[in-house]
């Protein structure tokens, strides 16, 4: 597998793309700390969407999840970077 950045300038309109894309595949969040530990805060759960509001220093993106209204929101704080994470073939893993 690889990884493709995605650019800042690009993440909104990717993001559009990807969330209907994925409507509904069972997902994990994870938040990754500095020393490497990482903890889930959502396990399994069904996507229904990722927006970005990329706006440098004070940018974020909200990760919608859940089968359910209103669905559970995972907040980011100042993203640094998006990346997709891809097959040999080029399917979005």
Do not use: C
Not at 13 to 26: I, V
Not at 40 to 50: H, I, K, N, Q, S
């Amino acid at each position: 597998m690889s990884h493709r950045p995605i650019e800042p300038r690009k993440w909104s309109e990717f993001l559009d793309g990807f969330s209907r894309r994925h409507d509904g595949w069972l997902i994990s969040v994870a938040v990754e700390r500095q020393a490497g530990e990482r903890r889930y805060v959502a396990r399994d759960v069904p996507l229904r969407g990722v927006v970005a509001e990329p706006d440098g220093d004070t940018g974020s993106m909200m990760i919608f999840t859940g089968d359910t209204t209103p669905h559970a929101a995972h907040f980011v704080k100042r993203p640094v970077s998006l990346a997709v994470e891809e097959t040999a073939e080029g399917a979005e893993a």
